[in-house]
Every structure is written in C-alpha cells, then in structure tokens.
C-alpha cells in the first residue's frame, strides 16, 4: 500500500528553525518531494531529494535516508511568509505518479 | 511566459449534473495529472496521462473521466456518479523523467478549481 505520514500542524516563531519529519512506505520510490502551499493556493516545489542525504537551498534544506523511509524539511531564519502548508510527496517507479502526504500546517508566530 | 492554465477558478453545479474543468498547459511537458484535494487532506490522484491519447486511472478514479487528445490538453470531467465532488481540483504537468539526473521531474501545478455542489 502507500502511507506518507507527517505532522498535522506546527507552530514556531520568527526567526527560528523548524524541521518537519515525513515517513513513507510506498510501493516503488523514485524520488521524494518537498512542495510548499499557502492558502487556497497552487503547491509550488521547494526540494527534491532521491540518494541519501542532505540537500541545501538557501533558508531550505532536505534530508532523505531510503533505508528508513524517513525525510525532513528544515527551514531556518523563519519568516511570516513561511506560514503555509509543507506537502512531503514521493514519485513512484512506474508510471512516474506521485502520491502525496496528508501536509503539515506551519504556523510562524512573530 | 509559460505555464498551466485551470479554468474556471470556481464553478458550482446542482446535484445530477456533469461539470468539465478545462486544464492547458505550454511547457511542452509530456506527463499530466488531475488531483483533488479536500480540508486536511493531501493531494489524491484521479488520473494521469503520459502521452497523447492514453492515461490511467489513479486511487481515485471513480465517477470521473478524462481525455487527451492533444499533449497541451487534459480536461477533467466531473460525472454525476461521483458521490462527493465538492473539492479543490488541482490540476499538474511533468517532463516524463527519462532516469537521467539532468532533471528532477517536479510537478508544475495550475490554480486550482473549487467545484461546489449545490
């Protein structure tokens, strides 16, 4: 089956570091995926990770570890503007479809 | 510029009725999808479609159809037979990833279509 398991919601204050855990079980991986949505929005794609390890983006960064079907999203030097809905999602091998995990609401408190 | 295209924003429909929401898209991508997504939920997939005229079914394919007649195109039909299709329906576009390094093979979504049935 597939299960991609996150937190449902997170608060942090300005200026802090978050790091959302995603967990997965997926029949075939071929990549997993960080998006970022804010309200009635469209997700816009933040990090992409498919061999193990860390993956740096300015305030963003990603960790994949395969064996333990475990990722996280670390944000640094938060900002109002980061206080949206964080989707873990991960390709599968065949038929290039993603499937995606329930989302973690962020909230960032001044 | 390029992008993808969903229309309309917001459409209401009475119960009995089947409703098409229209996705475009110009960046040549060869992969596309239709999710629907719903309050606390993540995005589910209804279909995809990787070439021209074939696409599969996904989790959630019951009461829904589509059609790809042309690679920029990939309308979603809303059928009478889906139970409960007050949703967010977000509609997204891919380059086939070929296994090669040189691109990652995000998806690119449009706005979103809030479907309401009244």
């Known amino acids: 089956g597939q299960n991609i398991d996150q937190p449902t919601e997170m608060t942090a204050t300005e200026g802090a570091i978050v790091q959302i855990n995603c967990t997965y079980q997926?029949?075939?991986?071929?990549?997993l995926f960080w998006y970022q949505q804010h309200a009635g929005e469209a997700p816009t794609f933040l990090s992409y990770n498919v061999l193990d390890g860390l993956e740096e983006k300015g305030r963003f960064s990603s960790f994949l570890s395969r064996s333990k079907g475990y990722s996280y999203l670390l944000l640094k030097e938060l900002q109002m503007k980061d206080s949206a809905s964080y989707l873990c999602?991960?390709?599968?091998?065949?038929?290039?479809?993603?499937?995606f995990g329930p989302g973690t609401r962020l909230s960032v408190l001044p | 510029d390029g992008g993808i295209t969903q229309s309309p924003k917001y459409l209401f429909r009475k119960e009995g009725q089947n409703v098409t929401l229209s996705c475009e898209q110009n960046?040549?991508?060869?992969?596309m999808y239709w999710y629907r997504q719903d309050p606390g939920q993540g995005l589910r997939l209804i279909y995809y479609s990787q070439i021209v005229n074939d696409f599969q079914k996904g989790d959630i394919a019951e009461g829904y159809s589509v059609s790809r007649e042309k690679k920029e195109s990939f309308p979603l039909t809303v059928t009478s037979a889906q139970k409960n299709p007050t949703a967010f329906y977000l509609c997204a576009s891919s380059i086939y990833r070929d296994g090669g390094l040189l691109n990652t093979g995000e998806l690119f979504f449009g706005e979103g279509s809030r479907l309401t049935v009244l």
């Open positions: 999602a991960v390709r599968r091998n065949y038929g290039q479809n993603f499937v």
């Open positions: 960046l040549n991508h060869d992969a």
């Open positions: 997926t029949s075939g991986f071929n990549g």
